[in-house]
T-cell receptor
Framework: NAGVTQTPKFQVLKTGQSMTLQCAQDMNHEYMSWYRQDPGMGLRLIHYSVGAGITDQGEVPNGYNVSRSTTEDFPLRLLSAAPSQTSVYFC?????????????FGPGTRLTVL | AQSVTQLDSQVPVFEEAPVELRCNYSSSVSVYLFWYVQYPNQGLQLLLKYLSGSTLVKGINGFEAEFNKSQTSFHLRKPSVHISDTAEYFCAVSGNTNAGKSTFGDGTTLTVKP
């Protein structure tokens, strides 16, 4: 199993540009989430999904869109990049049930917006 | 609503000394509790988790944590640390109905000195 994969690993954007961060998992997990990590602030939830076709907002959703057409994929779209979106982005997946529930994280995407 | 407070942002210790990283949480529902470790430029990986049952949980790399419901704490301990334990550690909480929506603390940087 590859686990959770994210592409790209690094990205530099100019203010106003749009892009999509890709996330895929091969563990047949129902839940998928996007977090951003900023220095001294831990991880903050952007959007999450409990299954294909179902998404919901997290703590910091503004400026980001998501969709989940398949169990495996959960892309994060930046509509019009801003310097405040400079961060490291992590995708995670998990599955409910006794003995599970922990999240499996991808390696992250380091995004810089100029 | 739920929240997590990691009481120490940085913990420096000498090699082979014991260490405790403190975590307090608040939640209006029953929770699952997790400790994750993040090595430089990597994603997060699970150290240990509390779902139910015994309040003392053992994880990987010799770490353990104790769930204390009355004090709403979940402190992480290791009796003897190694240089390789130098990393950032995150405490996280999720409601027991949705593990994909976790709230993370701000992190504790553990630095082990020779």
């Amino acid at each position: 199993n590859a686990g959770v994969t994210q592409t790209p690993k690094f990205q530099v954007l100019k203010t106003g540009q749009s892009m999509t961060l890709q996330c895929a998992q091969d563990m047949n997990h129902e839940y998928m989430s996007w977090y951003r990590q900023d220095p001294g602030m831990g991880l903050r939830l952007i959007h999450y999904s409990v299954g294909a076709g179902i998404t919901d907002q997290g703590e910091v959703p503004n400026g980001y869109n998501v969709s989940r057409s398949t169990t495996e994929d959960f892309p994060l779209r930046l509509l019009s990049a801003a310097p405040s979106q400079t961060s490291v982005y992590f995708c995670a997946s998990s599955t409910p049930g006794q003995g599970n529930n922990e999240q499996f994280f991808g390696p992250g995407t380091r995004l810089t917006v100029l | 609503a739920q929240s997590v407070t990691q009481l120490d942002s940085q913990v420096p210790v000498f090699e082979e000394a014991p260490v405790e990283l403190r975590c307090n949480y608040s939640s209006s529902v029953s929770v699952y509790l997790f400790w994750y470790v993040q090595y430089p430029n990597q994603g997060l990986q699970l150290l240990l988790k509390y779902l139910s049952g015994s309040t003392l949980v053992k994880g990987i790399n010799g770490f353990e944590a104790e769930f204390n419901k009355s004090q709403t704490s979940f402190h992480l301990r290791k009796p003897s640390v190694h240089i390789s334990d130098t990393a950032e550690y995150f405490c996280a909480v999720s409601g027991n109905t949705n593990a994909g929506k976790s709230t993370f603390g701000d992190g504790t940087t553990l630095t082990v000195k020779p």
